[in-house]
Structures are given as structure tokens and as C-alpha cells.
């Protein structure tokens, strides 16, 4: 069974230098599936052309919480995600959420965001790719609140607390492992993950960012993600063969409307 990176960000450097090296590198190491997620609605033409030329590549849209600051307003948003989620290789939407660590924008432009993101998730029936730091609560409670408990989706990259990760479970939300879970001084997140039930585990790499161990400090790529997956099974005492299957068949769970072309 193949692997699935469920988050990468293909349209940065330096990988888009060369897209169709990054993929076959990838490819080389048994990753056959990438979601490219949107950071910026300006981006959304680059990222649906990467998905649009390369079968097993699918894009999601969405506004990261930094660049919420000059975004449109909630109702405007929430149309224009609605709008751009009929493109047939548009699985989901975000990456969206809450970001108080580095508050690049004001939390209320991070709040009214999210909550376009959140309706049109439910107008759409698609899942949300949630980014959420130091604001574990505000995000939970918007889920919820907006969510109507119908919202499903990812907490990705997932850093947060075992309360978080606890709530995200009761909520019917996937956590997903990014390399971080490598990092030697990881060990308080390497225990939050034994408490993720392995049918609600998703892999990540986050490229170009946050390079698992023994790429750290190089750019990130999808290739990358055996060195995460490698870890989780050890983790989760599981083999690799056992995890790329489980966690390329939760992706498929999730992301629905990803037509795997590529087995
Ligand atoms: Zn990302």
C-alpha cells in the first residue's frame, strides 16, 4: 500500500522549482497521494493548476489565520470557498484556524475567517484542514458552536495538548503527524500521540517546513514523509506496511472526494 501526504505545500519554494522532481522523488519512496493546501486566496490558482496537472495530486482552499489580516469579509469569503470548491480536485478547505503564538493578524479577523471556512465546509460537505496554535480553546469552541457538530476535518500538524487532542477525537476529527514527532525533544508529544486510536491517525510533511529527523534544517518535501511514518509505527507498535495502509485509508475516509487514480 502506498503513502499519502495529507499536507504539503507544493507551491513554495523550493519546491516549485521543480515540481515534477519533488513527485518523483516521492513517488520513488511509495507516496503516491499529496493534498497541496492553499495559504492565500491568491494562491488558488497556482495550487489548483499543480492539482490539475499531476493525477494523484489534490488541492485544498483556504486562508492560513496569518494572512487573515487583508482577506474578505466574512460573507464575501464564504462565497468565494463555496464558489472554488466545485473544481473537481478541490478536497477540503483551509488551511484555516487560529494562530495566538505568532498573531500575525488580529484574532478576530482569525475568528471570522475560520467561521467561513467552518459554513462553507457544512455548505460543501467537505473536510477542513485546521491550523491551531496557543488557541485550543477558542478553536474547539468554534468548531462546535459553527460546526453544529456536522464540521469533519484535520487538526494538522498536531502540537497541542492531550486536552485538544481529546476534544478533537469527541469531535470526530482526524490528528495528523508531521516530523516534529522525530524531533528528540519531542517526547511529551510522542506520548499525546499514543492516545490517538490508529483509525483516526493521518500523515503529514508540511512541506517545505518542519523536516523530520535526519533532514532537519533542510527544506521539507513529501519524500520526507517515511521518516515520520517510520517513527509512528514504532510508536504505535504497529509495522510501517500496517501504517501507510491505515493511514492512506483514513485519508480516503476523510477526503472523500479524492479519486484515488493513482493505486
Ligand atoms: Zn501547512
New binding site residues.
Partial sequence: MFLVDS???LDYDPMAFDIPGTIRRAHDQNIKGFLT?C?DLAKIPAVTAIADSYEDVFATIGV?PHATQNTLADQELYSLLVKEASHPKVIGFG?TGLDYYYTHSPHERQKSSFKAHIKAALTCDLPL?I?TRDAEEDTIDLIKTVGKGKARGVM??FSGSSWLRDQALDLGFYISASGILTFKKADGLREIFQGVPLERLLV?T?AP?LSPEPYRGKPNEPAFLVETVKKLAELKKVSFDDLCSKTTQNFLTLFSKARMSCV
Fill in positions: 499536507h504539503c505545500h493546501v495559504t492560513h488551511e484542514i491550523h494538522h500538524c503529514e508540511d517546513f
